[in-house]
């Protein structure tokens, strides 16, 4: 009885409020729709001639696994879960970069970790990796960029994301960087 009282207040509200609730739901699709569209059109009409990249400086990250709290394996599987969090087609997953972000204790997890990382191609199409065959068929057409770790991180956190860039630059910190 109480449930079909509910179902009908319920009811009753809609009824009175379709207008309403259309421009609220279509407010909020429209901006989970606009700032994935937004980061991808930014990239894709950034004309900027892009400088030579080297990156040889990763080979001479000093890395001293005896002070590291991570290990290599552990240091590899942080970066890939950071490619997969920058990679997700709904938008950046903060709270995973966060994560792994947090898991960092000393110089030399940051070191290992961002070694680990290396230089990984990074999809202005798809804004992170490679979307699959189709998808890779225009990626491959209008290129990639090579970006190490800082890059990738730069290029995925925005304006919004301050809470996940104070986390990260306190831990890039730790070895003299920040986005």
Aim: net charge positive.
């Amino acid at each position: 009885m109480k449930e079909n009282k509910l179902l009908k207040s319920v009811g009753g509200f809609i009824a009175t409020n379709k207008v309403s609730i259309l421009y609220i739901g279509g407010s909020v699709l429209a901006v989970a729709i606009a700032i994935p569209l937004y980061k991808r059109i930014k990239n894709l009409l950034n004309f900027e001639v892009e400088k030579a990249r080297t990156f040889d400086y990763i080979e001479d990250i000093p890395v001293n696994t005896s002070n590291a709290t991570i290990t290599p394996n552990q240091a590899k599987i942080f970066s890939n879960q950071l490619v997969d969090a920058m990679s997700v087609s709904s938008g950046t997953d903060e709270s995973a970069i966060k994560s792994v972000f947090e898991k960092i204790k000393n110089k030399d997890d940051m070191n290992l970790l961002y070694k680990t990382f290396g230089v990984r191609k990074y999809s202005t199409i798809n804004t992170g990796e490679a979307s699959g065959v189709f998808g890779g068929v225009i990626e491959n057409t209008f290129g990639y960029i090579e970006y190490d770790l800082a890059g990738w991180l730069k290029t995925e956190l925005g304006l919004f994301d301050w809470r996940t860039k104070r986390v990260v630059n306190e831990k890039l910190g730790l070895i003299g960087i920040s986005i």
